[in-house]
């Protein structure tokens, strides 16, 4: 009980944490999960995102387009991608297509400002992806001690000397390899033409 009333007599004699939303807009962690943006660069539409969906909000829509290939060489296929739209009204922030995809076109943005009154204009199209890409947060820096990430590893790792090239050709393999006749079964030891009977 009087603890109780210290509490509430701290609170009387301190200031309220009132933010005055939307005139300070209010200080939200780097890993908010506000809404998800799009880098349409990076996007090679491999579909992974869209089929792991596990709410089927995130409608896809491509075409192939062939590059002619520099003299010598074979033409290349592309995807271009045409529509990229999350309908926000069945996402449930999960972050699975952010996790898998492959190629660093999904990201997290603290935005938070597109609420509406009908649910049908939270279906938001890659233009709009895009624009949010412009709020996505630099990432925050690694935990001091933290282990290098592994690209950077790997670029920094001094690579394996190639073993050097052979001068002489080492002694071939003459072994004479049996050639059978399609189908026929390897011989038992003892079969065949030439096979002794046991007595
Ligand atoms: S956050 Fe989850 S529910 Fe929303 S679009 Fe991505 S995978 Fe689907
Ligand atoms: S997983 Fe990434 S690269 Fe693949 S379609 Fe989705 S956003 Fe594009």
């Known amino acids: 009980m009087a603890k109780g009333l210290a509490v509430t007599f701290r609170h009387m004699l301190t200031r309220a ?5 939307p005139e300070v807009r209010p200080d939200l962690p780097a890993r908010s999960r506000g809404v998800i943006a799009l880098v349409e660069e990076n996007c090679t539409v491999c579909m992974l995102c869209a089929r792991e969906c596990p709410d089927w909000c995130i409608y896809i829509d491509s075409h192939k387009e062939t590059t002619p ?10 995807n271009v991608l045409d529509r990229f739209a999350i309908d926000f009204s069945l996402c449930m922030y999960c972050g699975i297509c952010i996790e898998v995809c492959p190629f660093d076109a999904l990201f997290w943005s603290p935005e938070f400002e597109y609420a509406d009154y ?3 204009d939270l279906l938001h199209e890659k233009d709009k992806l895009a624009e949010w890409s412009q ?4 990432p925050p820096a690694h935990d001091p001690g933290a282990a290098p990430p592994k690209e950077i590893a790997a670029a920094t790792t001094p690579k394996p000397a190639r073993p050097a090239a052979r001068t002489a050709p080492g002694p071939r393999n003459t072994a004479v390899r049996a050639i059978r006749p399609p189908g026929s079964l ?3 030891p003892g079969e065949g033409p030439g096979a002794v009977e046991e007595s």
């Open 186 to 188: 390897p011989k038992k």
């Open 118 to 120: 009908d649910i049908r």
């Open 17 to 21: 944490d009132t933010r005055q939303y």
């Open 69 to 78: 290939a520099p003299e010598g060489g074979r033409p290349r296929a592309h």
């Open 135 to 138: 709020t996505i947060p630099i």
